[in-house]
């Protein structure tokens, strides 16, 4: 049995991922009246000096307070508020989104025949109460040819998504190895998101 919560997130991965777990939800997003002061951007940019772990968990942090206000303003009934961020990183290195195609096939160069890191961030607002967890998996990616890469880049998959790839994609040929959460490199880490949603009682065994 579950509960009902909001999804804070535009990304349809993390809906279809929360629906294994069957969870009732509804979409919490920036597209009403008086959402237009929220700066998407600005929330995702790194700080000087900023570790991937600490930069994850500080934008889901902000991207949840942004959330939790919205819902206010909207009059929205109560429920729990479920946000989350994944951000890939190479060492201390930092790789969101690409902004074009020619930043896509950039990352992917670099992340080719090493192994990277992708961090996922949770965190959950049930009334006064914040939960938050982080889900860290390592990705090993077989050396890539250009043609290789141009071919991915030119399907517009990597558009969009942390580190220019979604592991559910076609790129899932050229992984070698990995070592941790795969609905954490999707997007939402299941066990840590049911393990707060259990601690808030949305989820029930």
Known sequence: MSGFIYLASQSPRRRQLLEQLRVRHELLLPNAPGDEGEDAEGLEAVLRGESP????QRVTALKLDAAVAR????????????CSDTTVALGDRIYGKPVDAQDAARMLAELSGHEHQVL????LQAGERRLAALSVSRVRFAAMTAAQIAAYVASGEP???AGAYAIQGPVAQYVENLNGSYTGIMGLPLFETARLLRAVGVLRD
């Open 53 to 56: 772990g600490a930069y994850v």
């Open 71 to 82: 819902h206010a303003r909207r009059g929205l009934a109560p429920a729990p508020i479920l």
């Open 120 to 123: 996922t961030a949770v965190a």
């Open 159 to 161: 558009m969009g998504k």
